[in-house]
C-alpha cells in the first residue's frame, strides 16, 4: 500500500507528458511511478523533491543538450548525442523511453531497468552519493566538499570506490559480474548500475560484492536478498 500510495503521489504533485507523439495514459504514469518509487519506499520524506516533470517518449530519444553539469561529465563529451532510453536532466526534468520503461518492467530480474538507472541519477545528485570521487575534478574540486548523505560517509565513499576499481578490473579482464558493464563508464554511472542490479539481482551482487551490496542494503533500507 506505501508504494502504491508513493506512486499516487509522485503522479499528482509533478507534471507529466508524453512526448514524440505518445498519447500518456494512467497506466504508462503508475508504472514509471511504481518502480521510482521502489527506490524510496523505506526512506523518510518525500520522494525525489528535485524532480518536477517527467517527460515520456514511445522509444528512444535524442537529448536536447550535451552536458548535464548534475552528473559532472567531462567537457571533452561527444557533441553529437546517440539516442538514449532514459536521462536526468540538470533542471529537474527526468526524460524516458516508455518502450524501454515497459521493458524494464516485463524483465524485472535481467538487471536493466532504466526507470531505476534514471531515479538513482537523481538520488546520486541529491544527496551527492558519488561526489568527491572519481568525478570531482571535473568541477573545479567543488564536489570534493560535498558529503555524501549515508550513514558513513567515509566508508561508503571507500566500499563504492573500490567495487567501482574491481568492476573496471573485471571489464578489462573479460570476466563475468553480476553488474553491467556500462557501470564502468564512470562512478556515476556505476552507482546507477549498482542500484539496478541491487534490485533485480540481489542474491548474485549479495555474493559478488557483499560490501556493495551492504552499503546499498543501508542506504535504501531495504534487502531485497532476503527475499529473492
Not at 517527460?55 to 559532472?72: E, G, I, N, Q
Not at 551527492?128 to 561508503?156: I, K
Not at 548500475?193 to 542506504?219: I, M, W
Amino acid at each position: 500500500m506505501q508504494l502504491l500510495r508513493s506512486s499516487r503521489d509522485l503522479i499528482r504533485t509533478r507534471r507529466w507528458e508524453g512526448s514524440g507523439g505518445l498519447i500518456l495514459t494512467e497506466v504508462i504514469q503508475l508504472t514509471i511511478a511504481a518502480q521510482a518509487c521502489l527506490l524510496t519506499l523505506a526512506m523518510p520524506g518525500e520522494p525525489f523533491p528535485g524532480v518536477r516533470e517527467i517527460l515520456v517518449y514511445p522509444r528512444t530519444f535524442v537529448p536536447r543538450h550535451v552536458c548535464d553539469p548534475r552528473k559532472w561529465l567531462q567537457a571533452s563529451e561527444p557533441q553529437r548525442p546517440l539516442p538514449l532510453e532514459g536521462e536526468a536532466w540538470g533542471n529537474g526534468v527526468m526524460v524516458l523511453s516508455w518502450e524501454a520503461v515497459r521493458e524494464g518492467a516485463r524483465n524485472p530480474g535481467d538487471g536493466s531497468n532504466v526507470v531505476l538507472h534514471e531515479f538513482a541519477h537523481e538520488l546520486d545528485y541529491e544527496r551527492h552519493l558519488t561526489a568527491g570521487l572519481e568525478l570531482a575534478e571535473f568541477v573545479d574540486g567543488a564536489a570534493a566538499t560535498m558529503v555524501p548523505s549515508v550513514p558513513d560517509p567515509e566508508e561508503w565513499r571507500r566500499v563504492i570506490q573500490a567495487s567501482y576499481e574491481r568492476l573496471s578490473e573485471r571489464i578489462a579482464a573479460h570476466t563475468a559480474s553480476a553488474l553491467n558493464e556500462y557501470g564502468g563508464t564512470n562512478i556515476a554511472e556505476f552507482f546507477a548500475v549498482a542500484t539496478e542490479t541491487f534490485f533485480e539481482k540481489p542474491v548474485q551482487l549479495a555474493r559478488e560484492d557483499p560490501d556493495l551490496y551492504a552499503q546499498l542494503r543501508s542506504l535504501y533500507q531495504q534487502d531485497p536478498a532476503a527475499v529473492a
